[in-house]
């Protein structure tokens, strides 16, 4: 079955930087995107960032674009999120994801939660003032 897990996550202070990482199993890996989503209690899951199949194209919100960065490495079946820059509004569990059913190879990146259906169960990243 399909397996997403999360590491890395802990305690920053603003303005630091921090890696999550994410190892994936049971689909094959290089077909189908990926993405980081967070979420804070109370809160609705907020899309982070996605790249494609490939790793060719990404998509980031506008709250982290030129702070996070997404990768992937297709032959160790693995997506990282680097974190630079942060601010204590970046806290959050962050989670990873993918989009396996009904997913066109190729096709566009999704970036809203309900389009992605596997889930890792989250790491807490928590930024300090």
């Known amino acids: 079955q399909v397996q997403l897990v999360e590491s890395g996550g802990g305690l920053v202070q603003a303005g630091g930087s921090l890696r999550v990482s994410c190892a994936a199993s049971g689909f094959i890996f290089r077909r189908y995107p990926m993405a980081w989503f967070r979420q804070v209690p109370g809160n609705e899951r907020e899309f982070v960032a996605a790249?494609?199949?490939?790793?060719?194209?990404?998509v980031a919100a506008d709250s982290v674009k030129g702070r996070f960065t997404i990768s992937r490495d297709n032959d160790k079946k693995t997506v990282t999120l680097q974190m630079t820059s942060l601010k204590p509004e970046d806290t959050g569990v962050y989670y990873c994801?993918?989009?396996?059913?009904?997913?066109?190879?190729?096709?566009?990146?999704?970036?809203?939660?309900?389009?992605?259906?596997?889930w890792g169960q989250g790491i807490q990243v928590t930024v300090s003032s």
């Open positions: 994801a993918t989009r396996v059913n009904d997913y066109a190879p190729g096709g566009r990146i999704p970036a809203t939660a309900s389009e992605y259906d596997y």
């Open positions: 790249i494609s199949w490939n790793g060719g194209n990404t």
